[in-house]
């Protein structure tokens, strides 16, 4: 274990890697070393401080006990981020009709789809590798069957488990918002990128998340590297948007509390 100080200034929330990079720290261990039990003593001004303890390896998961003794009397809590999702607006349809892309989405739905226009996860599976093969910048093997269950769970308003062209569409609008967060994390073009870097990734998206559901999201969708996948990073932000979205749909008053009977959660967990 190993641990170092950084002065804050009233935020609350989870810090950014943007944090470290600009604030340098304002006491930390005297050696970096890989021992179980550190302790140290520091004379700082009165301020608001951060304490980050780490492992000696990266990557990995551990219990810690911290201890903070001083002479004046001090508060502490743990810095945590409110858990909300930013709701933004559907995109008009009329910039979109006649163009290019309009006019390709259109033939190669229609091709899969038939004469009525819905597909279901299968073809969305077919719809969608057919378009991401044309992206070459994005190293990924496609998209796997569940995960295009879960999207049409997230699109499918009435319920038929087959989504029309107008819903796809609007799907697809969401994978491109996030398919630009996954390559601007992406950096070495590896397809994939790491746990840390999925915080800053899910943030982008506009989940605010606290400790406990960005370590769930690492157990469920990194591999033993601790690397996620682009089919891997879609499914869970396609999650994430349809357990908020069915979450807000209960919260009737807004409060942040929702009651639900047996058959309601088990809707709301198999739908998300």
Request: glycine letters at 4%.
């Amino acid at each position: 274990m190993d641990s170092f100080v950084l002065q804050m200034h009233g935020t609350k929330h989870h810090l950014q890697k943007d944090f470290f990079l600009y604030n340098a720290s304002k006491a930390r261990s005297k050696t970096y070393i890989n021992m179980r039990e550190i302790s140290e003593r520091f004379r700082l001004p009165p301020s608001e401080y951060v304490i980050i303890p780490s492992t000696y390896e990266p990557h990995q998961e551990g219990e810690f006990i911290l201890r903070v003794f001083s002479e004046k009397r001090s508060l502490s809590e743990e810095v945590e981020n409110m858990i909300e999702a930013d709701r933004p607006s559907r995109p008009s349809t009329k910039t979109r009709e006649g163009s290019e892309e309009e006019n390709q989405f259109r033939n190669i739905f229609r091709q899969i789809a038939g004469d009525d226009m819905e597909i279901n996860a299968e073809e969305l599976r077919n719809v969608l590798n057919n378009v991401v093969k044309k992206h070459k910048d994005l190293r990924t093997e496609g998209f796997e069957l569940e995960s295009c269950r879960s999207m049409i769970a997230l699109m499918d308003t009435d319920g038929s488990g087959r989504i029309n062209f107008d819903e796809f569409r609007h799907l697809w609008d969401k994978i491109k918002s996030w398919q630009k967060i996954f390559k601007r994390y992406d950096t070495d073009h590896s397809g994939t990128i790491n746990s840390y870097e999925m915080r800053n990734a899910v943030n982008d998206a506009g989940f605010r998340l606290n400790n406990q559901l960005y370590d769930i999201i690492t157990m469920r969708y990194a591999d033993k590297n601790m690397n996620i996948d682009f089919d891997s990073f879609i499914c869970c932000f396609v999650r994430l948007d349809a357990m908020f979205r069915a979450f807000h749909a209960f919260d009737k008053d807004g409060d942040g509390i929702i009651k639900l009977n047996v058959l309601e959660w088990l809707q709301l967990t198999m739908y998300a």
